[in-house]
């Protein structure tokens, strides 16, 4: 029984998530959305048709924002908002947390300040209690891509952490669904080749950052960054998804 999940370009992948998902045992399916849109929305790849041997969805981050004309985005809203009503686990990461939000009630729009680069993020005290927070540091510095933000979480979801300049930053709708506005799965490599993407180019150029003043966030902050991520990625896979999941 797969984990489907949903990707929206070369770029945002899984990260480190996924090969700790996999030696945790679970099994995933990979959407290409954006080849698949690419190809005229034909044959395989698109939002699954149902949620038959489903065990939970992750919907990664992209350049679209919510509420773009591209052939995934109303299919993959309805499909989110039909996978949190079913209670299967739910993440949303970057625009992913964003569509998870607005799909769900939230109110999603351009960001007061985009975030890009490494910044500070503060759990809040409902955070400090989830289970799926445990052994995160209050205060960590995470790595950002974002043009868009929730402005508005989900009626009856709890913000578990924020920044300075976006306040949604993590939040939990029911038991089982979380959106992360932060990229916390990404490698060392992830982040190079954030580094090489037009979008996180544009909005580097639009904050003043180099690409040298990103290199050395990267340097400075890297080590806690990925161990914090990976416990964080290992929470997921420990207490998200049940125990027997592994074994179907």
């Known amino acids: 029984m797969p984990i489907i999940v949903l990707q929206h370009s070369p770029t945002d992948t899984l990260g480190r998530l996924g090969p700790i998902l996999r030696d945790l045992g679970f099994k995933l399916e990979i959407r290409r959305l954006d080849l698949w849109a690419a190809a005229g929305g034909k044959g395989p790849g698109g939002v699954p048709p149902d949620f038959d041997d489903v065990d939970g969805v992750i919907s990664l981050g992209g350049p679209a924002n919510v509420g773009d004309a591209v052939a995934w985005m109303q299919p993959e809203l309805d499909y989110l908002r039909e996978a949190h009503r079913r209670q299967l686990a739910v993440v949303g990461i970057c625009l992913g947390h964003q569509m998870v939000a607005a799909a769900l009630g939230g109110e999603v729009g351009p960001a007061t300040k985009p975030e890009v680069g490494f910044g500070r993020v503060s759990t809040g005290v409902p955070g400090q209690t989830d289970t799926i927070l445990s052994g995160i540091a209050w205060a960590t510095w995470q790595f950002q891509v974002h043009a868009q933000e929730v402005k508005k979480a989900p009626p009856d979801a709890t913000v578990l952490q924020s920044s300075a300049d976006c306040k949604v930053q993590c939040f939990r709708a029911g038991l089982r669904t979380y959106g992360f506005q932060y990229h916390f799965e990404c490698t060392k490599a992830d982040i190079e080749e954030f580094a090489r ?35 964080l990625c290992e929470n997921l896979g420990t207490y998200l998804w049940p125990i027997l999941a592994k074994l179907k």
């Open 197 to 231: 993407d037009a979008f996180t180019q544009k909005l580097m150029q639009q904050n003043g950052l180099t690409a040298g003043e990103l290199r050395a966030q990267t340097d400075s902050f890297f080590d806690d960054y990925e161990r914090l991520g990976t416990r």
